[in-house]
């Protein structure tokens, strides 16, 4: 539990820092649709890059059916505006997923 906790805070601390409006957007970054953006669009340039419509599609073909345009659509108002950090960001989303990565293992084995 430990561990898992540290890497709940380390995920956490990576949000402040690069996209500090994700939790105006998403209350827990441990649910379902915050994970999913997480993984597959962690910062405020990749959510521009993808698009409202594309954000969706990944949520439903999770099975996300409540995540829809109007949630994206506060996801791109967000990214839109961030104060976070810009520079690193290849980087920073490597490191990132290798977070997220952790916490599923840590996960699988805590419950």
Known sequence: MKLLNGIRNRVKRWISIYFPEFNKVFKDWEGQGALIALKEFPTPKRVLEKGTDAIVAHWKKAGLRPLGK??????????????????????????????????????????
Request: with cysteine; proline share 0%.
């Open 70 to 111: 109007k949630r994206a659509a506060r996801l791109m108002k967000a990214a839109e505006t961030s104060v976070g950090v810009r520079e690193g960001l290849l980087a920073a989303e490597k490191s990132l997923i290798m977070l997220l990565e952790d916490y599923e293992v840590k996960m699988c084995y805590c419950q």
